[in-house]
């Protein structure tokens, strides 16, 4: 009863939320009509209480995988049977459950179990609970090739029928990890909202390791009640932090296939001294460039943007860090929260640079919002190179050591259109910027490559 009349207010809240239209200016092609906000989508649980719904997985370690999934029954069983033949389970492993309270609402026993070790490119089946439908996800290689899919890399997805058209054209792709920078469930405390997402997301999100962090609309506080925040976040989404060191969900790291990924929280402490700082900053130093020669951050609140919404609200965090992505040769970084697809060429400091990261922001996953439709004039030259306020998703395909090529993908109704592409080099093997990494501040980098506005290439 609770759980319905929560689930009543939201909705009306939403409903008048998804309604509101902003003034249409285009920065896309002028051939392209660009759709409107769409209505909400939530998802029902249509199993039985002691079946396992919300199912999605992540990454722990090289060889393992954390499977969690939520039940009505508190008496549920923390679980998982899996091998690599439908029906046939020869390994198990059991872990922990916890739940959360947030004012009225009571969430279901949440489950969280480590399974492994799991061998590289290869499918498994998995049943959680001991009872309920059997699942299957397909491991990352263990090198490379790998494929990232990015929606909004999912930033800013949300539950609207833009998020449902996103993530059918993202599953159309054999992507191996969905990167996702923040602004999951647009819950924004409506509890029920939470259940709804990942109810919507478990055909994807237990099919493929999802690596999430976090954006303001999980933040979730209350004063004096809940003055810290996070609380449905930490509890649904629990990311591998622990095992990089760090003391926090909000802020992590893993390798895959030859890349290293940095989870950074934009609403965790970050300036000097702060555990954030300190924990990336001797995440960085650890980075070995020879076994994971790809380096790649990700962000919610970007640090880089011509888009009239959120103005400014990367930049402390900017100035705070931006030295230690820079002089460890971070080859891109990703970035939610602006409601629009942006891509920069390699900047630091506000000024393109060579030897700094490619900077990109992929709010656009189908967030309930609506689009961020305006942006500043350019000036020529630009840091800028492509932008568009649409919905869409993006996909991150490294091939070896040295080149990867960046896409990003607008929604158009049933179709995906490649809309900007961009080959990348790694800044590992760039002789000017291995040279160059240890220079002093006031020495500019090599001068940057000329690029085009819209379709570029590095080499």
């Not at 054209?169 to 191996?176: A, I, K, L």
């Not at 990924?261 to 300190?278: K, P």
Request: with cysteine; charged share 20%.
């Amino acid at each position: 009863m609770e759980k319905s009349c929560w689930l009543s207010l939201s909705l009306h809240l939403l409903t008048i939320l998804s309604a509101i239209q902003h003034p249409l200016i285009s920065h896309a092609s002028s051939d392209y009509s660009r759709h409107p906000p769409r209505r909400l989508i939530l998802t029902p649980h249509r199993r039985s209480h002691s079946d396992p719904q919300q199912v999605h997985i992540s990454l722990v370690g090289r060889d393992r995988m954390k499977v969690s999934w939520i039940t009505d029954d508190k008496s549920s069983s923390s679980v998982v049977e899996y091998g690599k033949t439908p029906g046939k389970y020869g390994s198990s492993a059991t872990g922990e459950h916890t739940s959360y309270r947030y004012f009225f609402y009571s969430s279901g026993e949440i489950h969280h179990v480590e399974i492994g070790p799991l061998e590289a490119g290869t499918v498994y089946y998995y049943r959680c609970g001991g009872s309920g439908p059997e699942f299957s996800f397909k491991t990352p290689p263990s090198t490379f090739p790998i494929e990232f899919a990015l929606v909004a890399m999912a930033g800013d997805l949300g539950q609207t029928e833009w998020t449902a058209s996103t993530l059918l054209h993202v599953n159309r792709t054999e992507y191996d990890v969905l990167l996702l920078p923040g602004d999951l469930s647009y819950a924004d405390s409506h509890q029920p909202l939470w259940d709804s997402f990942g109810r919507l997301v478990e055909p994807y999100a237990s099919r493929r390791p999802w690596m999430v962090t976090e954006g303001n609309h999980e933040i979730e506080i209350f004063p004096i009640i809940y003055p810290h925040g996070f609380t449905a976040f930490n509890s649904r989404w629990r990311m591998p932090f622990q095992e990089s060191g760090s003391t926090s969900n909000l802020y992590y790291s893993f390798e895959v296939g030859g890349c290293h990924v940095i989870m950074l929280g934009s609403y965790a402490e970050f300036d000097e001294g702060s555990d954030q700082y300190e924990w990336v900053k001797g995440d960085l130093d650890k980075v070995d460039r020879r076994r994971t020669p790809w380096l790649i951050v990700l962000i919610h609140a970007p640090w880089y943007s011509t888009n009239l919404a959120h103005e400014g609200e990367g930049d402390s965090m900017r100035k705070a860090m931006e030295e230690l992505l820079y002089q460890a040769r971070v080859d891109v970084v990703f970035a939610g929260h602006v409601h629009a697809y942006e891509r920069f060429t390699r900047v630091y400091n506000n000024k393109a640079d060579r030897c700094g990261p490619i900077h990109v922001t992929i709010g656009d996953g189908g967030n309930r919002e609506g689009l961020a439709l305006e942006f500043e004039k350019l000036t020529h030259p630009s840091l800028s190179m492509y932008r568009e306020a649409s919905f869409g998703h993006g996909r991150l395909r490294i091939f070896n050591h040295t080149h990867a090529l960046w896409s990003w993908h607008r929604n158009n109704d049933s179709d995906s259109l490649l809309a900007d592409t961009l080959w990348l080099q790694s800044l590992s093997l760039s002789k000017p910027c291995t040279h160059s990494q240890f220079q002093l501040d006031d020495q500019p980098s090599p001068p940057l490559l000329s690029l085009s506005s819209t379709v570029n290439d590095e080499l």
